[in-house]
């Protein structure tokens, strides 16, 4: 499945300006936001699609050309991610427990736990943070189904997140969930204030096996001002290659 949609302002439709009016109205309702039930249903299939959990996912960050290698493995409750190459690879994992969605270092098989600011912070000079890269914000328990939209041509189920803490960049999030696939096709994700931070938007997914997957997606980092865009990043990753059968 191919889809192209560039744009350079995230404020080019009167839904996206909607939205951002929403945001500001809930940031004052977080503390009584409650889970959907309907929401979190679709959000397990999104999160299993985005993961690939039988499947390691390899592929690479694009920023202006300059490529960095990108691992993401499942192993038990943990979701790891290795990012760059050779002696300069590191890794870092998300810990999955109740309700706490945390991430940590991984240096010398010891793990130490991300800071506040950490959390934020773009990875080797793309504008993917440690937050964007592992999509914690699908983890969030405060969901809410907002309405449904097309995006490429394909209806969505729009969902916002209300962050449940205070680390990270953003204060919630929208995603657009294909409605068939259960697969991403875009995320705002807002500032405490309501204004746009980033925008991910899907531009091909990729079967592997039942589901649809992430194959290309174009990161756009906004200034809080001004609503346009100040760096674009492309995330890709390479379908999965069939495991060898036994006996050969």
């Known amino acids: 499945m191919s889809m192209k949609c560039y744009f350079s302002s995230i404020m080019k439709t009167g839904l996206l300006k909607s939205i951002v009016c929403a945001g500001l109205a809930c940031v004052s309702l977080t503390s009584v936001a409650q889970a959907d039930a309907a929401a979190e249903n679709i959000l397990k299939r999104t999160r299993y699609a985005a993961t690939l959990q039988q499947q390691d996912l390899h592929g690479h960050m694009n920023k202006d050309g300059r490529k960095t290698p990108v691992t993401l493995f499942m192993r038990g409750e943990n979701i790891q991610f290795a990012y760059g190459s050779g002696k300069a690879s590191k890794r870092f994992h998300m810990r999955l427990e109740l309700d706490e969605v945390d991430l940590?270092?991984?240096?010398?098989?010891?793990?130490?736990?991300?800071n506040s600011r950490q959390?934020?912070?773009n990875i080797n000079g793309t504008d993917l943070s440690f937050e964007d890269l592992s999509m914690r914000f699908l983890y969030w328990k405060n969901s809410q189904i907002m309405g449904e939209d097309r995006i490429s041509g394909q209806k969505c189920h729009i969902i916002r997140l209300i962050n449940p803490g205070t680390s990270g960049d953003y204060k919630q999030v929208y995603v657009y969930v294909h409605q068939k696939y259960g697969s991403l096709m875009r995320v705002?994700?807002?500032s405490a204030s309501g204004q746009p931070l980033k925008q991910f938007q899907v531009t091909d997914l990729m079967k592997v096996g039942k589901e649809y997957t992430l194959k290309r997606m174009r990161v756009d980092r906004f200034n809080p001002k001004t609503n346009k865009s100040i760096g674009v990043t492309y995330l890709e990753f390479d379908k999965p290659k069939k495991a060898a059968k036994a006996g050969r």
């Open 104 to 114: 940590f270092d991984i240096v010398g098989g010891k793990t130490k736990k991300f």
């Open 188 to 190: 705002i994700g807002y």
């Open 119 to 121: 959390i934020a912070e």
